[in-house]
């Protein structure tokens, strides 16, 4: 409350806000109930330990409580936190969602015990497949993203572990090996496509995520397409197969309403620099500037949307793909004092020139929102 | 109902159908008490369980026709290693390949490797008991048989462990130890 009282009192003499308006916050704040005080706090305290004790004792004589009991117990407590949550969700939001992942927890364990006390053989991806089932209704009753990662996280490693999902990644294992570099543009354009979707964020935020990452780990894997020889029909297809996404992607781009003339350039760049590594017969040693040229590409593009947050951590990326690259050629100079001393001007030179290009790339942005 | 008990409780319903089904599958089964060979890993989602399977080796089986012509010749129709529908139908004590037909109580599986797999290879079992256990079940002395509920359709589930002619849990820890 004291920190409180001090930031209001600084913006106050600052000018930011009235006097009054400082003591109604320091008053609005005062008046709010914490979530954290010395009762709850006790309580939480008593709650923990008996249901330690609890569960030391149904631990302990697992196998002397029949299987009615453990199935009755298990039911009664879904059935209680099904009828609990709905009374608190108004009143105690953050309390609701705590019960709605413990919920899902209960799902787990739901599905454990069954298979315990019967005894039941299954793959594990089939487990994880019907508790993404059980949980998926579950997601409409919140707004917090965390729910929609764990759920797809489940959800598609339950997938990819399935029959289906092993002849899946045969399928890109055959064809990665032979153009990483088209899964990592693919990735990204759907990575572009999700973004534009305003709606269920719950759904659409975890699968960004997961194809901005993808993205990324398909661009540096670029130069494994130089291992092994790969058919020419595999290579013909994944080139026929690239031009037709980027066209898509391209047409996709030039279409979209919400996007200025700005960002589409920045795209439609991006995806002309794709094109041509794709296209132009790179050797082992130098992908690396194809790389280092999409990752600046990315950071441009972020700019450019004004995503700072985004483009600070592309241009972290690259800062460290730069570092990687300079040790992999002088690695051994670490070796030497002289060769530490040289790598630690490299990588001050490397913090300056992020600096400049950060700040340059701020006012440029500024400026174009000016316009 | 508001929509927030409906999207909690449809899950609930689904688990306790679920939990229904089986039990009335496990119920309904017809009984049936089977020679076993087990040992014992540790799964860490799902607890202490013995692994076990059915010894099909003592009865006449149609598999074992794959693993006698395999030598240098190879098998066109199926491959060794290529699983196989078969069953084991109780009725005549015998597993055969393809679909069952006049076997009242049967076992579906498939065949592989020159053995047939019946799709049964847990029980789950107390931690306590587990070392002695996978020693009474290793011991042909102790007769070890698993008992199964057999559904018509030829699934089964395993409902008891059965040593020297009675359920597990009937015989004394130290009577077990003493024969393993």
Known sequence: ?371 | MNKTKILLFIPVFVLLGWTLSVQAMISGGTKLDLPVRGYDPRDILAGHYLSVEVDYVAFPSDCKKDKETKGRERVKDREYWQKQDAFFCADEGRVSLGTPENCQVFIKGYCQYGRFHDGVSRFYIPEKMSPALERAVRNKDNNPMLRLSVTPDGRAFPTDLILQGRPFKELPVQALLSRG
Not at chain 1, 289 to 318: D, G, N, P, Q, W
């Open chain 1, 1 to 371: 409350m004291p920190s409180i009282s001090r930031k209001v009192s600084v913006w106050a003499e600052q000018g930011l806000i009235s006097r009054q308006q400082a003591d109604e916050i320091v008053a609005f704040e005062q008046n709010k109930k914490p979530f954290l005080s010395l009762f709850t706090v006790i309580l939480f305290l008593g709650m923990f330990s008996i249901a330690c004790g609890i569960a030391a004792i149904v631990s302990s004589n697992w196998y002397s409580i029949p299987d009615a009991v453990k199935l009755g117990g298990m039911f009664a407590l879904l059935i209680g936190a099904g009828s609990a949550l709905p009374v608190i969700e108004k009143k105690h939001p953050v309390v609701f969602d705590a019960g709605l992942f413990l919920l899902m927890l209960l799902f787990f364990a739901a599905i454990g015990l069954v298979g315990q006390i019967y005894h039941l053989k299954s793959d594990t991806y089939k487990a994880f497949l019907f508790w993404s089932g059980l949980a998926f209704p579950l997601l409409f009753l919140t707004k917090r993203v965390l729910f929609g990662c764990i759920w797809e996280f489940v959800f598609v490693c339950a997938v990819l572990a399935s029959p289906l999902g092993e002849e899946f990644l045969r399928f890109v294992k055959n064809y990665f090996f032979s153009s990483p570099l088209y899964f990592s543009f693919l990735s990204l354009a759907l990575f572009v496509v999700l973004s534009c979707v305003q709606k269920a964020e719950l759904f659409v935020f975890p699968a960004k995520a997961g194809f901005f990452f993808t993205g990324l780990v398909f661009l540096f894997c670029s130069r494994l397409r130089f291992s092994g020889v790969h058919p020419l029909p595999i290579v013909f297809y994944v080139k026929t197969l690239f031009l037709l996404t980027a066209t898509g992607f391209a047409t996709f781009v030039g279409q979209y309403d919400g996007f200025s003339r700005r960002e589409k350039q920045s795209l439609w760049i991006v995806t002309g620099i794709y094109a041509l590594f794709f296209l132009i017969p790179l050797a082992k040693d130098t992908v690396y500037f194809s790389e280092l040229l999409l990752l600046i590409s990315f950071i441009f593009v972020a700019y450019t949307f004004r995503c700072e947050k985004m483009a600070r951590v592309l241009a972290l990326v690259t800062a460290f793909r730069i570092l990687n690259a300079f040790f992999e050629l002088f690695g051994s100079l670490l070796y030497t004092g002289f060769g530490l001393i040289f790598s630690g001007l490299i990588i001050l030179g490397i913090a300056y020139g992020c600096y400049k290009a950060d700040a340059y790339l701020k006012r440029t942005m500024e400026g174009q929102s000016h316009e």
